[in-house]
C-alpha cells in the first residue's frame, strides 16, 4: 500500500511540483506545435527527394516525438530535483526507489502518448 | 569623434566576450555540433535514397547553414532572460550605452557559434557521405556566408527583444527551430510551399543568405540575393531598435523588467 501511494501521489506531486508543462505557455509550442512543424519538416523533405510517403513520415515523427517526452522527462525528473536541491532529501527517505522513479516516469509517459495526437489530429 | 571608435570597440568586445562565454560550456558546444548533425545525416539519407549526387549537394550545403539558424533560434530567445538570471539585465539597461547596440554583438555571437557547427557539417558530409559541395566563386560564397550571419543575427536581435517579457522565452525559442529549417529552403525549396507560405519564406533574411549561398556554389550571381538578405538583416534590426526602446519604456513603467 505504501509503495502504491508513493507511486501515485509522489509521481503526481512530483509531476506538478517540477514540470513547467503544466504551463500553457511551455506545454503548446513544446509539446503540441513542435511536433507538428517536425512532421511537416520531414514530409516535405521526403517530397523534395522523391522518397516515402507523407504517412511514411507522420506516423515515423509521431511514434519518435512520444518518446522525447518519455526520456527527456525521466532524466529531468533527477536533474529537476538536483536543481531544487531535493534530490539529497529524496534519496535520503527510506521509500522503495523503485515505485518512488517509477510514479515520476508514468505522468511524464502519459504526456508523451498524449503529444503523439499532435501530429495525427495535424494531420487529420 | 571617439563616439564611432568608442561604439565599434564595445561591439568588438562585447561579441568576444560573448563567444568567449558561449564557447566556455562543453555540453552545450558539443550539442551544437551534435544536434544539426542528426538532421543533417537524416537529410542526406533520405536525400541519398533519390540517387542523384546534385540533390546531395543541395541536402549538403542547406544542412550546413541550418546551423546558423538552430544557433540564434533558441539561445537568442532566451538571452535576456539569462541576463535576467545571471542578475545583470538591469545594469546592462542602466548602463550609457544603448541596450540596441548591447544586444547586437550578443546575438551575433551566438550566430557566429553556427559557423562551427556549419563546419562540422560540411565535414561530416564529406566523411561519411563523399558529399563535396563544389563553390565556384570562394569569395562571393564566404561573403555570403558572413552577410547571413549577420542578417540571422539581425532576427535573433528583434527576436530577443520580442520576447523580453515573456518568463519563458526559450520555449517559444525551442518551438521556432523547426519552422525556421523548412521555411528558408534549407532543406527544401521554398517553392515547394504553398504560395502564401513562400511570401513568409522571402520575408526571412536567411532564405536568401541561403539562395546567396546556392547561387555563389554554383557559379551564378548571388548579388540580388545578397542585397534582399542586407536590406531585409537592417529592417529587422531597425525594428528590434524601436521595439527595444518602447519595451523597456514599459517595463521601466509597470516595474516589470525582472519579472520577479
Known sequence: MTSLRIFFIGGLISFRALFNWLSPWIYVPSLLIAPVFQVLLFAYLGRSAGVGSDAFYLVGNAVQYAAIPCVFAMANTIAGERQTQTLGIVLATPAPRLPLFLGRRCPSSSTGGWSRCSPWSSAA | ?260
Open chain 2, 1 to 260: 569623434m571617439t563616439r564611432i571608435p568608442g561604439v565599434a570597440r564595445m561591439l568588438t568586445v562585447t561579441w568576444w566576450l560573448q563567444l568567449k562565454m558561449l564557447s566556455a560550456s562543453a555540453f552545450n558546444g558539443i550539442l551544437q555540433f551534435v544536434w544539426p548533425l542528426f538532421f543533417a545525416t537524416t537529410a542526406f539519407l533520405v536525400y541519398r535514397q533519390n540517387g542523384d549526387p546534385a540533390a546531395l549537394v543541395y541536402a549538403g550545403l542547406g544542412s550546413a547553414v541550418m546551423g546558423l539558424w538552430s544557433a540564434i533560434a533558441t539561445t537568442a530567445s532566451g538571452a535576456l532572460q539569462r541576463e535576467r538570471w545571471h542578475g545583470t539585465l538591469e545594469l546592462l539597461v542602466a548602463a550609457p550605452t544603448p541596450f540596441a547596440l548591447v544586444l547586437v554583438p550578443i546575438t551575433v555571437a551566438m550566430t557566429t557559434i553556427g559557423v562551427y557547427s556549419m563546419g562540422a557539417t560540411l565535414l561530416w558530409g564529406w566523411l561519411l557521405f563523399g558529399i563535396v559541395v563544389p563553390v565556384a566563386s570562394p569569395v562571393l560564397f564566404v561573403l555570403s556566408l558572413v552577410v547571413s550571419v549577420l542578417a540571422v543575427a539581425m532576427f535573433g536581435f528583434l527576436l530577443s527583444v520580442s520576447v523580453i517579457r515573456y518568463r519563458t522565452a526559450w520555449a517559444l525559442g525551442n518551438m521556432l527551430e523547426y519552422p525556421g529549417w523548412l521555411l528558408c529552403g534549407f532543406l527544401v525549396p521554398v517553392t515547394l510551399f504553398p504560395t502564401w507560405v513562400t511570401w513568409i519564406s522571402w520575408a526571412l533574411p536567411p532564405t536568401w543568405g541561403m539562395e546567396a549561398a546556392r547561387q555563389s556554389s554554383a557559379g551564378e550571381s548571388p548579388w540580388l540575393a545578397l542585397a534582399l538578405c542586407v536590406v531585409l538583416g537592417l529592417a529587422y534590426a531597425s525594428v528590434a531598435t524601436l521595439l527595444s526602446g518602447a519595451v523597456l519604456r514599459s517595463a521601466r513603467r509597470h516595474a516589470t523588467l525582472a519579472l520577479t
